[in-house]
């Protein structure tokens, strides 16, 4: 059996990660999207909270998991008795920092390979802090991320919501 890893931060889980998640499954036995815990930064969703939007918005896919992890991405890699890990590609600065990442990688496990897979055309403007920012603001949402996503992004901009309609009204 053939795992491959997804690793991210997700930090929220855009319909550009679930669209390379979705190709990769098709590759792979079993894809495990395995959730960074990331302690550098400071992250809007907790590491189980991440974990859970990404379990909702699998639902129906039969060989991915979700998993957190902490520490070296290859070390996770190896520990799940994973091949290969999976990366997305952007745009060409993605590639750039993909490929440095690659080559410490392939030093620090050999034995891993990396596949990259390029972002479909309507998603490659997305990131995660893109969506926040958006989402802050009080941006459309829809064909971003997932609705319970989106949902999500409100709730922890509610009162930044509340703070800007107040001042449209001004």
């Known amino acids: ?10 930090d929220p889980i855009t ?9 990769a499954s098709l590759l792979f036995d079993k894809l495990i999207i ?6 550098g ?19 129906g896919w039969p060989n991915v998991q979700v998993e957190p992890f902490h520490g070296l991405a290859v070390d996770f890699v190896q520990k799940v008795g994973g091949k290969v890990m999976v990366r ?3 745009v060409s600065s993605d590639f750039e920092r993909e490929f440095e990442m690659a080559l410490m ?8 390979e990396l596949v990259c897979l390029m972002t479909s055309v ?9 969506i926040k920012e958006v989402a802050m603001l009080g941006g459309c949402l829809e064909d971003l991320v997932s609705d319970h996503v989106a949902a999500a992004l409100r709730e922890k901009f509610s009162s930044n919501l509340a703070k800007l309609s107040t001042a449209r009204v001004r």
């Open 1 to 10: 059996m053939t795992i491959g890893v997804y690793p991210g931060t997700f």
């Open 15 to 23: 319909y550009g990660h679930l669209d390379i998640a979705k190709r």
């Open 34 to 39: 395995a959730v960074y815990e990331n302690p």
């Open 41 to 59: 930064k400071k992250p809007l969703f907790s590491l189980q909270q991440r974990v859970e939007l990404i379990e909702q918005a699998i639902i």
């Open 88 to 90: 997305g590609l952007r």
């Open 105 to 112: 990688n392939k030093k620090l496990a050999p034995d891993i």
């Open 122 to 130: 309507q998603y490659q403007f997305l990131s995660s802090s893109l």
